[in-house]
């Protein structure tokens, strides 16, 4: 562990779960900062740290570096005048926005991607106005204005890109510059259209293909902006206010769960190298009055983030996020990707706008719901459900809704969608030609796999979850790489596919119906558990249809045959998982060709403690299937 895991650390009364403090969350920032300006030109406006550069190119990239840092220095100053600290990121300011500078920043119609950090920036300004603004000289805030206007009527990605416009011209208004009513209507009525209910945005897309795009960018985005940019208009957004706070109390109520007891999020989505970006949106309840959550709820989950991946080596030597997760992993890079990328994670430290003496940062800590009982949870609108276990503090999600791919077209199974399953203590290796782990397909005499994507939602119930996809096999070009856009190659159909989820604590009893003849040849079912990852190799043991792979610190996945799988064995993979350098997911399948209209079933298991297996059953007839548990119960679920 390197030095910025230890330092600030101070265990107090306040804070018996995470030790942590406001100080703490103060030393954290400015560690960040100060490690960052060695790579800073030298008017202060790009930083351009080391790494590969995104698809917009280094000069974008390092408008990136200042923005995303900009925006965590804000937070960090916005209580007080941090003058040396104001002062190095106004001449940033001054040199970006001088067409005449060799530091320029990109314009809008050079690059995309400035839109976003523009926003970052904006944000920024708006927090520190005494500070920065208002002292620069009339020249830099009227090249700002110039820079930020190019926005007006500009056309926007379908998505909470809308919000970036929204943000600048927010502040423009806010500093007598020019904004279109036409440009922020349209991003209300945009935000209007992607909200689910519960709580849930969909991060675009339109109702024709199906609101399809949940992750974490409902927190950190669809949430987040809407609430700011209602702090950043004043007055002018009371009719959106309370609209935004109630849906942001409701998702609160879910996102909580996403957490495991050792502060470790539920690994699922993309951008996730932003990591613990994830707290913005509870830290945007405790500061718009939005949380369901106590103060002190509020604070132990997200000092118990980011102290999960302080302790994790999230920072490199040179004391740098690097594109990963715990520390480094490249794999994860996705086309918009640039070395500042993961100072998104500046959005963590919005709690810092709060002061010092308010609830939040004075509360004594207060357990997580894990941390109280086992969680069992439906999340309806992204068709999750999440199981939580206190024995070991691990949260599971069996994820049979939407996918975010169009229904319209098949599509490859990227990781970060495409599992049945995503953890706080488990990741999906990087697979995209031959998934296994927390995977059901059906396998190619040649030893191809189906995909499954586009996933149908067929219904969600307490501890239920049932979806359908067609089987289909990607002929021609391979995959593309992790994250980024699909292929052109060919695709062949296969069979309908409707499988089932069924969860009893760390139990999962996984069940697959196959519909229709095949056209390709005889297939084989399979069934992939989770993948366990550590520096230190799993080890993998086979009885039977049973499989067990273990970590040595007791982490243990597996998976049982049930019925029609009666074949078990593990994949090792080297360099292919988030969380270590060796990972092994456990897997059974059938003997033989798997017959229309036939169900098979698994058990598959995440777990930190020993779990008692042995009485789980499962009884088929027709497309009734019933579930015995170990403890006497029993679940029946129509297929």
């Given at each position: 562990?390197?030095?910025?895991?230890?330092q600030g650390f101070v265990p107090?009364?306040?804070?018996?779960?995470?030790?942590?403090?406001?100080?703490?969350?103060?030393?954290?920032?400015?560690?960040?900062?100060?490690?960052?300006?060695?790579?800073?030109?030298?008017?202060?406006?790009?930083?351009?740290?080391?790494?590969?550069?995104?698809?917009?190119?280094?000069?974008?990239?390092?408008?990136?570096?200042?923005?995303?840092?900009?925006?965590?220095?804000?937070?960090?100053?916005?209580?007080?005048?941090?003058?040396?600290?104001?002062?190095?990121?106004?001449?940033?300011?001054?040199?970006?926005?001088?067409?005449?500078?060799?530091?320029?920043?990109?314009?809008?119609?050079?690059?995309?991607?400035?839109?976003?950090?523009?926003?970052?920036?904006?944000?920024?300004?708006?927090?520190?106005?005494?500070?920065?603004?208002?002292?620069?000289?009339?020249?830099?805030?009227?090249?700002?204005?110039?820079?930020?206007?190019?926005?007006?009527?500009?056309?926007?990605?379908?998505?909470?890109?809308?919000?970036?416009?929204?943000?600048?011209?927010?502040?423009?208004?806010?500093?007598?510059?020019?904004?279109?009513?036409?440009?922020?209507?349209?991003?209300?009525?945009?935000?209007?259209?992607?909200?689910?209910?519960?709580?849930?945005?969909?991060?675009?897309?339109?109702?024709?293909?199906?609101?399809?795009?949940?992750?974490?960018?409902?927190?950190?985005?669809?949430?987040?902006?809407?609430?700011?940019?209602?702090?950043?208009?004043?007055?002018?957004?009371?009719?959106?206010?309370?609209?935004?706070?109630?849906?942001?109390?409701?998702?609160?109520?879910?996102?909580?769960?996403?957490?495991?007891?050792?502060?470790?999020?539920?690994?699922?989505?993309?951008?996730?190298?932003?990591?613990?970006?994830?707290?913005?949106?509870?830290?945007?309840?405790?500061?718009?009055?939005?949380?369901?959550?106590?103060?002190?709820?509020?604070?132990?989950?997200?000092?118990?983030?980011?102290?999960?991946?302080?302790?994790?080596?999230?920072?490199?030597?040179?004391?740098?996020?690097?594109?990963?997760?715990?520390?480094?992993?490249?794999?994860?890079?996705?086309?918009?990707?640039?070395?500042?990328?993961?100072?998104?994670?500046?959005?963590?430290?919005?709690?810092?706008?709060?002061?010092a003496d308010h609830p939040v940062?004075?509360?004594?800590?207060?357990?997580?719901?894990?941390?109280?009982?086992?969680?069992?949870?439906?999340?309806?609108?992204?068709?999750?459900?999440?199981?939580?276990?206190?024995?070991?503090?691990?949260?599971?999600?069996?994820?049979?809704?939407?996918?975010?791919?169009?229904?319209?077209?098949?599509?490859?199974?990227?990781?970060?969608?495409?599992?049945?399953?995503?953890?706080?203590?488990?990741?999906?290796?990087?697979?995209?030609?031959?998934?296994?782990?927390?995977?059901?397909?059906?396998?190619?005499?040649?030893?191809?796999?189906?995909?499954?994507?586009?996933?149908?939602?067929?219904?969600?119930?307490?501890?239920?979850?049932?979806?359908?996809?067609?089987?289909?096999?990607?002929?021609?070009?391979?995959?593309?790489?992790?994250?980024?856009?699909?292929?052109?190659?060919?695709?062949?159909?296969?069979?309908?596919?409707?499988?089932?989820?069924?969860?009893?604590?760390?139990?999962?009893?996984?069940?697959?119906?196959?519909?229709?003849?095949?056209?390709?040849?005889?297939?084989?079912?399979?069934?992939?558990?989770?993948?366990?990852?550590?520096?230190?190799?799993?080890?993998?043991?086979?009885?039977?249809?049973?499989?067990?792979?273990?970590?040595?610190?007791?982490?243990?996945?597996?998976?049982?045959?049930?019925?029609?799988?009666?074949?078990?064995?593990?994949?090792?993979?080297?360099?292919?998982n988030p969380l270590g350098a060796?990972?092994?997911?456990?897997?059974?399948?059938?003997?033989?060709?798997?017959?229309?209209?036939?169900?098979?079933?698994?058990?598959?298991?995440?777990?930190?403690?020993?779990?008692?297996?042995?009485?789980?059953?499962?009884?088929?007839?027709?497309?009734?299937?019933?579930?015995?548990?170990?403890?006497?119960?029993?679940?029946?679920?129509?297929?």
């Amino acid at each position: 562990m390197n030095g910025m895991g230890q330092q600030g650390f101070v265990p107090e009364d306040s804070s018996p779960y995470t030790g942590w403090t406001r100080q703490t969350w103060e030393d954290l920032a400015d560690r960040m900062l100060a490690a960052v300006r060695p790579y800073a030109t030298q008017g202060h406006a790009l930083i351009n740290l080391p790494g590969p550069a995104s698809r917009s190119g280094r000069r974008s990239d390092g408008l990136e570096g200042f923005a995303r840092t900009f925006l965590l220095a804000a937070f960090r100053m916005s209580q007080s005048d941090r003058g040396e600290l104001a002062e190095w990121y106004a001449a940033g300011l001054a040199a970006g926005t001088d067409p005449n500078s060799p530091e320029r920043w990109p314009t809008f119609a050079e690059r995309a991607q400035a839109k976003v950090e523009a926003a970052s920036i904006a944000i920024a300004l708006h927090e520190t106005r005494p500070w920065l603004w208002d002292r620069l000289t009339d020249s830099v805030r009227e090249r700002a204005i110039a820079w930020f206007a190019a926005i007006l009527g500009d056309p926007i990605w379908e998505n909470n890109w809308t919000w970036f416009q929204a943000i600048i011209e927010a502040f423009l208004r806010s500093v007598g510059g020019p904004w279109s009513s036409e440009d922020i209507e349209r991003t209300l009525d945009r935000t209007e259209a992607w909200y689910v209910g519960g709580g849930w945005y969909s991060d675009g897309t339109d109702r024709a293909e199906g609101l399809r795009n949940f992750d974490y960018y409902c927190g950190w985005a669809m949430h987040f902006y809407p609430l700011w940019y209602c702090r950043m208009t004043g007055s002018a957004a009371d009719g959106l206010l309370d609209r935004y706070r109630d849906r942001l109390r409701r998702y609160l109520l879910d996102a909580q769960h996403l957490v495991g007891a050792g502060g470790a999020p539920v690994f699922q989505g993309r951008s996730l190298t932003y990591r613990f970006a994830m707290v913005a949106p509870f830290w945007a309840g405790a500061i718009f009055d939005a949380s369901p959550l106590s103060p002190g709820r509020t604070r132990r989950l997200a000092s118990g983030v980011v102290r999960h991946f302080v302790s994790s080596d999230c920072f490199d030597a040179a004391g740098l996020l690097p594109l990963g997760w715990h520390r480094a992993f490249p794999l994860m890079r996705q086309p918009y990707s640039g070395p500042g990328s993961p100072y998104w994670a500046s959005k963590a430290f919005a709690g810092l706008v709060l002061p010092a003496d308010h609830p939040v940062w004075t509360d004594a800590e207060e357990p997580l719901g894990i941390e109280l009982g086992d969680v069992a949870v439906r999340l309806a609108q992204p068709g999750w459900l999440v199981s939580g276990t206190t024995a070991d503090g691990v949260v599971r999600v069996a994820a049979h809704g939407p996918d975010h791919a169009p229904l319209s077209r098949p599509s490859v199974d990227e990781p970060e969608y495409a599992r049945f399953g995503f953890s706080s203590h488990a990741a999906p290796d990087v697979e995209l030609a031959n998934p296994v782990d927390s995977h059901v397909g059906l396998v190619l005499a040649d030893g191809r796999v189906s995909h499954r994507r586009p996933v149908r939602p067929v219904r969600i119930a307490d501890g239920v979850a049932v979806s359908s996809s067609r089987a289909h096999w990607l002929v021609g070009e391979p995959p593309v790489p992790w994250g980024a856009e699909a292929g052109s190659g060919e695709w062949v159909e296969g069979p309908l596919v409707t499988s089932a989820s069924v969860l009893r604590g760390a139990l999962e009893v996984r069940l697959a119906l196959v519909e229709g003849e095949s056209a390709v040849g005889p297939l084989r079912l399979r069934m992939g558990g989770w993948a366990i990852a550590g520096d230190e190799a799993p080890v993998g043991e086979v009885v039977g249809a049973s499989v067990v792979c273990r970590r040595g610190d007791g982490l243990t996945s597996t998976v049982v045959g049930l019925r029609g799988l009666p074949v078990a064995g593990w994949l090792r993979s080297e360099g292919r998982n988030p969380l270590g350098a060796v990972s092994l997911t456990p897997w059974v399948a059938g003997a033989a060709p798997v017959m229309a209209g036939e169900v098979c079933a698994a058990l598959v298991v995440l777990s930190g403690v020993e779990v008692d297996v042995s009485g789980v059953g499962v009884e088929v007839d027709g497309r009734s299937v019933t579930v015995a548990w170990p403890d006497g119960g029993e679940e029946i679920i129509l297929l």
